[in-house]
């Protein structure tokens, strides 16, 4: 009773969403490849009167992409967004958004300048009224169609080079579904061929990135939705669980006893339907997910191939992680060893940092875990679990992050699988964003992890290594069962205490 009226309550609250435009999804604007809408608060091209942005040709990195895909001209997503459009809106300042009508991540307040860090916390630290309003912004999203974006259900070419426009509507949670299927689906040859060993998203440098940017805009579309500014994405702590903890009538669903594939009848989950899970039946008709429902969300979590999935990760998996000084290294693929992102993602082992081709680790192990919907990198969104797991994986990415300090120059510049380049733009998020932008500290992206608040406290410090020219200081520490090291860039007029004991005053 309460999820329903907290449904209704909310169902009044304006939504937007993410990522074809409905104000360029027009013949006009495919055929002009523009896309400049008017912000609503001055009716001009993306806010150009008030100062919020102009419409501007693209331009795109030029950098060589790495020998995975061998194509050219093949597909919808390759140089993105071209394909549709080469003139978006770019913004000023602190101005964001497909009309520059948002604000930047980290900002708010009507002219964008009022800063705010918001804290995403544990799903078991949430009350139960915090639970209960979580639950029911899933179902109101799962609800609402979205006024402002629609999504294709052909290629350019199909829309005869965009004289002939193929979109339809999508409620605002199956956008994001949609768009996770879209970024990692093969490549359309032609026939009956195609191209499996393609994706933007995944098995490469910009896995982090991407996905940080997902939840981010995903936030933004339930602050959106219902009023709620302060929105954040829960997550959910996996280190050393034995089983699905969450997968509870209470949190994301139990198990039916009828029929274990399949969730609770005292879910409200258990009603929900799935999209763009049948990619060999896309493939076999040359075709796009157009966002039909397709049946029942399914999973089955602890009752897969323990063969390759032995066990869900262990708190010394992740500090094994966190150990990795290589941001990325090799081919920047799957088969990359010592890198941090392609043991994360959980295609090397935990225990060496090898790529392992027949073990499914770390992220990858939650989703064999689950047994279902969420098993199948196309479809795995649908699985509102997704959100949770997927916000502790970019936990573990900025404690990396805060760990080791890398310039932006450490994400590669070139040589990446194709759309994984540093300064390459994301599939398929209008705006524009660039792999790049998201290689930063959540707090400068307006957002913390409540595990992570005190991170920075070293209660306990083993040693101090000064570097030979005196540029900064490491800082070991011991804290809760683990060592840590805390990088700073010195200020000689405070004391450090030295060797085993507390730290003293700090910069």
């Known amino acids: 009773m309460l999820l329903a009226a907290l449904c209704c309550l909310l169902w009044s609250f304006r939504t937007s969403a993410g990522h074809f435009p409905r104000a360029c999804a027009s013949s006009k604007s495919l055929m002009e490849k523009e896309c400049c809408p008017a912000w609503t608060g001055d009716s001009s091209p993306c806010g150009q009167l008030s100062g919020r942005g102009a419409c501007q040709d693209i331009t795109l990195s030029k950098a060589p992409l790495g020998p995975q895909y061998p194509f050219t001209g093949m597909d919808d997503r390759e140089a993105w967004p ?43 630290d949430l009350s139960v009224p915090e639970k209960n309003k979580f639950l029911a912004y899933l179902t109101l999203a799962k609800h609402t169609t979205s006024p402002d974006y629609v999504i294709p259900i052909g290629t350019y070419g199909q829309m005869n080079n965009g ?20 970024v990692s689906r093969d490549t359309l040859l032609g026939g009956s061929e195609i191209w499996k060993d393609i994706d933007f998203a995944h098995e490469a440098p910009g896995f982090l990135p991407w ?51 399949l969730l609770s009848p005292a879910s409200f989950f258990s009603s929900w339907q799935i ?15 157009d966002g039909t429902p397709e049946g029942p969300l399914l999973r089955n979590p602890g009752n897969h191939d323990k063969a390759r999935t032995p066990r869900l990760p262990s708190s010394a998996d992740v500090e094994f992680c966190l150990s990795l000084t290589q941001y990325e290294s090799d081919s920047m693929d799957k088969a990359a ?6 043991t994360l993602e959980g295609f090397a ?76 733009y994301m599939v398929p998020f209008i705006p524009l964003y660039r792999n790049g932008d998201f290689f930063v500290s959540s707090r400068d992206l307006g957002y913390d992890y409540s595990n992570l608040q005190d991170s920075g406290k070293c209660p306990k410090v083993t040693y101090i290594v000064f570097t030979q020219d005196l540029s900064h200081i490491d800082i070991i520490c ?30």
Not at 163 to 182: G, K
Not at 218 to 243: C, H, M, V
Request: aromatic share 14%; proline share 5%.
């Open 82 to 124: 071209s394909v549709f459009y080469n003139r978006t809106c770019q913004c000023f300042g602190n101005f964001m958004g497909f009309n520059c009508g948002n604000c930047k991540f980290g900002f708010w307040g009507p002219n964008c300048t009022e800063k705010r860090l918001l804290v995403r916390r544990n799903i078991f």
């Open 163 to 182: 004289s002939t426009p193929m979109f339809n509507d999508i409620n605002v949670y199956d956008l994001f579904v949609w768009m996770h299927y879209y």
């Open 211 to 261: 996905h940080r940017l997902f939840l981010l805009l995903w936030e933004q579309e339930i602050q959106k939705l219902t009023g709620d500014e302060n929105f954040t994405i829960p997550y959910w702590d996996w280190r050393d669980a034995k089983s699905c903890d969450i997968c509870t009538d209470e949190y994301m669903g139990g198990r039916n006893p009828a029929n274990p594939n």
């Open 275 to 289: 999209i763009c899970t049948r990619l060999e039946e896309y493939n076999s008709h040359q075709a796009l997910c």
């Open 337 to 342: 060893n010592f890198s941090f992102r392609n």
């Open 349 to 424: 082992s935990p225990l060496t940092g090898i790529a392992d081709a027949s073990q499914s680790s770390m992220h990858n192990a939650l989703h064999i875990y689950m047994n279902g919907t969420m098993s199948q990198v196309q479809g795995s969104a649908n699985d509102p679990i997704f959100l949770l797991h997927h916000a502790f994986v970019d936990s573990i990415f900025e404690q990396w992050l805060r760990r080791h300090h890398p310039l932006q120059e450490v994400y590669p510049e070139a040589n990446a699988p194709i759309g994984h380049n540093r300064e390459s």
């Open 478 to 507: 011991f804290k809760n069962g683990t060592f840590f090291k805390i990088t700073l860039s010195p200020s000689w007029n405070k004391q450090v205490g030295s060797g085993h004991g507390s730290l003293g005053l700090l910069w």
